[in-house]
């Protein structure tokens, strides 16, 4: 019988195949005391285990950077001092043996990270057992169980699989991963992605409904695996198998392509970051530039807000690795659904039409004055241009933009450079500001579409709420007429309109955005190279007709009947 799981998308891609469950070498911990003259040889044995591990770690192979990340963070732990000097500690005052001290400290380093609120950062607490685990091979003089030789091609059930695993598996048999623990952003998790390799996590339970050689389907696109699956799905499965692995060659042969389209209309294909590390992929995935920075991670990843020279030096090294490209960065956006640990916010009704973002900003300037200095500052390492979130009036924007004169002179009393002409756009992202669209880029340079919260605002539906999700559809006519206004709003007055919301990244949307008159898409950066493919195969004349007819639908059904057949002409 055909049964479902349900997991934690970790890792994109479909795969289907036969089950090798993975269990772990079981560690039996000698929990007994030794006596005083023991001491010096649990000592040794300790040390003697640790540099065999490490040496192990210096010698691993690796081929891709998460790994080698991965094995150097490891070193380094191995490496660090505080591990052996706690342990013989152990071994010296409270006479535990060597794995006994070697264990208690690895549980007290890792309880440290799994306290922390930083998804992140409570994940290094793997990397800890991983190196203490290892270690303790060395020490007990096992050959752990490892995934390096596989006799076939499998997908992988296990209960939670190492960096170590993962990094030592046999790639080229392995298909998928399925995990029942981990999250992710756990190392293995960062491993399959970059190997590309589907992996689905916090599916519990799986291991005791499978056998091996069990058959299944892991969908890591929906976080599902398929027990048992029947004909009718299999095929579905293997034309899915067929067009990822089609669109996959499709995002590689454009990634680094110009957009333009047959008739010659340029536009901008970019992409939206949350941090260096997202903006070296956008790169690598031939995004050319950034449209939505998300600043909010660097207020959630310390302890207080983060300082102007730090802001700062965030900022000048996006810009200077984008050489001249883009860098629109949006100024706060916290409230909503979005907290800080070390911020009070208040108890409210309804969140998301409460104290968020801007109106934070303009109750507490000082939060604004240092965002919007270092973003100033950075302006003066590349094209930098500021985006405002959640604006509803005329009056907003001009505030924003008496703060930002003042704050330019004091830059300029202080000597700091700055570019004098920064551009300053503004989300759209509430009915107000559609309304007003004409009034508003009349007072500033460009237009981001935030469909995200649009969407939510327009519909009046909970953007996280899993109960009313089927309402929530930015191909709703109300949204897609929005959309159009605004881009035609931008473009009465000479000025452009980009989207930086989930929409943007919708391949099924790019030709009907492009034929309504975007001029730059603000995508995941894996998306990249695919909505160039769109772009690059399209007439605008003939999206335009297309988006006209779109419009013109009162019925979301047939808006995307419409959408589905031209995406499969698209892809044909
Ligand atoms: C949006 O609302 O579409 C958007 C891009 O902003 P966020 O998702 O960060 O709210
Ligand atoms: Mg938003």
Redesign the pocket.
């Known amino acids: 019988m055909t049964k479902r799981f349900k997991g934690i998308a970790a890792s994109d891609g479909v795969a289907i195949g036969k089950v090798y469950l993975f269990e772990k070498t079981e560690i039996i911990l000698n929990e007994e005391n030794i006596h005083e003259s023991d001491v010096e040889k649990e000592l040794n044995s300790l040390n003697r285990a640790i540099k065999e591990y490490s040496n192990e770690l210096k010698n691993r192979e690796t081929t891709t950077d998460a790994e080698d990340e991965v094995r150097n963070a490891h070193i380094e732990l191995v490496s660090d001092p505080s591990l052996i000097e706690m342990a013989s500690d152990k071994i010296k005052n409270s006479l535990q043996n060597a794995e006994l001290a070697l264990h208690t400290t690895i549980q007290e380093m890792a309880s440290v990270f799994e306290m922390l609120d930083d998804e992140y950062l409570r994940e290094r607490a793997a990397d800890y057992r991983d190196i203490g685990e290892n270690i303790m091979y060395k020490l007990k003089g096992i050959a752990p169980k490892t995934l390096s030789s596989l006799d076939d091609d499998y997908i992988i059930v296990a209960e939670e699989l190492t960096p170590t695993d993962t990094s030592t598996m046999d790639k080229d048999h392995v298909l998928g991963l399925v995990m029942e623990l981990g999250g992710k952003t756990s190392h293995s998790s960062i491993i399959a992605q970059t190997l590309g390799i589907p992996a689905v996590v916090g599916m519990k339970d799986i291991r005791s409904n499978l056998k091996n050689d069990d058959f299944i389907i892991l969908d890591a696109l929906e976080g599902v695996v398929i027990v048992n699956p029947d004909e009718k799905t299999i095929a579905d499965y293997e034309a899915k198998f067929a067009s990822i692995k089609a669109n996959k060659e499709l995002a590689e042969k454009y990634k680094f392509e110009k957009p333009v389209t047959l008739d010659g209309r340029s536009v901008e294909v970019v992409s ?1 970051i949350g941090g260096i590390e997202d903006l070296k992929l956008a790169l690598e995935d031939g995004a050319e530039g950034v449209g ?1 920075f ?1 600043t ?1 991670f660097l207020y959630m990843e310390g302890n207080d807000f983060p300082t102007e020279e730090y802001q700062f030096s965030v900022y000048k090294e996006a810009a200077e690795l984008l050489e001249g490209k883009p860098l629109i960065i949006r100024t706060l ?1 916290i409230g ?1 659904d979005k907290g800080l640990d070390y911020f009070e916010f208040p108890k409210e009704e309804n969140p998301f039409l409460g104290w968020r973002a801007l109106r934070i900003g303009f109750d507490r300037k000082d939060i604004l004055r240092t965002q919007l200095r270092a973003i100033l500052r950075a302006s003066a390492f590349g094209d930098v241009k500021i985006l405002l ?1 959640m604006i509803i009036s005329v009056q907003e924007i001009q505030t924003v933009q008496e703060y930002i004169e003042e704050f330019k002179s004091e830059l300029r009393d202080e000597g700091h450079d700055f570019n004098e002409n920064i551009e300053v756009g503004i ?1 759209i ?1 509430t009915p107000a500001s559609v309304f007003v669209a004409e009034d508003l880029i009349q007072n500033c340079d460009f237009f981001s ?6 969407t939510q605002y327009i519909l009046a539906v909970d953007r996280g709420n899993e109960k009313i999700s089927h309402l929530y559809d930015y191909f709703n006519p109300a949204v897609l007429r929005a959309i159009k206004q605004v881009i035609d709003a931008s473009h009465k007055y000479g000025k452009w309109t980009g989207m ?3 929409m943007a990244s919708d391949v099924q949307a790019t030709y009907l955005l492009l034929g309504m008159g975007l001029d730059e898409f603000s995508s995941v950066s894996s998306k990249v190279g695919l909505i160039k493919s769109v772009i690059n195969n399209a007439k605008l004349s003939e999206a335009e007709k297309f988006a006209e007819k779109v419009l013109s639908l009162s019925q979301i059904d047939d808006i995307r009947v419409l959408l589905k057949e031209k995406d499969d002409e698209l892809h044909s």
């Open positions: 939206n939505l998300r909010e956006d909503g979130p989300m992202e579409i935030g469909t995200n919260d649009l930086c919301g989930s």
